[in-house]
T-cell receptor, first 118, second 110 residues
Framework: GAVVSQHPSRVICKSGTSVKIECRSLDFQATTMFWYRQFPKQSLMLMATSNEGSKATYEQGVEKDKFLINHASLTLSTLTVTSAHPEDSSFYIC??????????????FGPGTRLTVL | GQQVMQIPQYQHVQEGEDFTTYCNSSTTLSNIQWYKQRPGGHPVFLIQ?????EVKKQKRLTFQFGEAKKNSSLHITATQTTDVGTYFCAGGQGAQKLVFGQGTRLTINP
């Protein structure tokens, strides 16, 4: 149980284009989803927290107009990187937490999406 | 803001040796979680500690949460090659989010 999928797993795009990444909880309802960014051999940096049906809460320094997050249902959240540039190239990982985990409880991570912007 | 420091950044051991990674928070935590990320993979939840002074064991892994709820450690006894990966601690402050430490990358000589 507690499986989270992410699509696509890998994407290469040209500078200036927008990329949408989907995060799905497959066998549980995710009341909260988190989006992280991870540079090679570094830690996970939280970008934003999203609760189903409400606006995402962005961390300091993360541009909400550049990284659009939508959490339209209890099983799906999307991250859209708008007008991507080479410096946006990174590993984007989502995680989800369900009701059973409780507030502050364990997060289940997706496999990540490797974004390369040329 | 809240910071979680983790040391060491890297650790290389011979198979069979013990391994420990340490985590310190700048503020008191409501809970601490530990995750393992294999090379090329994603973080996988290992455990959550909530109580002051709590100690939990999972086979060869021992997790501790400090009395002041500001530090934690993960100790692996008699490492095996399957233990290879990066171990992250993540601190929670009662809010929804976790703040991850920098991680300790463990490599093992068979």
């Amino acid at each position: 149980g507690a499986v989270v999928s992410q699509h696509p797993s890998r994407v290469i795009c040209k500078s200036g284009t927008s990329v949408k990444i989907e995060c799905r909880s497959l066998d549980f309802q995710a009341t909260t989803m988190f989006w992280y960014r991870q540079f090679p051999k570094q830690s996970l940096m939280l970008m934003a927290t999203s609760n189903e049906g409400s606006k995402a809460t962005y961390e300091q320094g993360v541009e909400k107009d550049k990284f659009l997050i939508n959490h339209a249902s209890l099983t799906l959240s999307t991250l859209t990187v708008t007008s991507a540039h080479p410096e946006d190239s990174s590993f984007y990982i989502c995680s989800a937490r369900g009701l059973a985990s409780g507030r502050g409880g364990e997060q289940f991570f997706g496999p990540g999406t490797r974004l390369t912007v040329l | 803001g809240q910071q979680v420091m983790q040391i060491p950044q890297y650790q290389h051991v011979q198979e069979g040796e013990d391994f420990t990674t340490y985590c310190n928070s700048s503020t008191t935590l409501s809970n601490i979680q530990w995750y393992k990320q294999r090379p090329g993979g994603h973080p996988v939840f290992l455990i959550q500690l909530v109580k002051s002074g709590e100690v939990k064991k999972q086979k060869r892994l021992t997790f501790q949460f400090g009395e002041a709820k500001k530090n934690s450690s993960l100790h692996i006894t008699a490492t095996q090659t399957t233990d290879v990966g990066t171990y992250f601690c993540a601190g929670g402050q009662g809010a929804q989010k976790l703040v991850f430490g920098q991680g300790t990358r463990l490599t093992i000589n068979p």
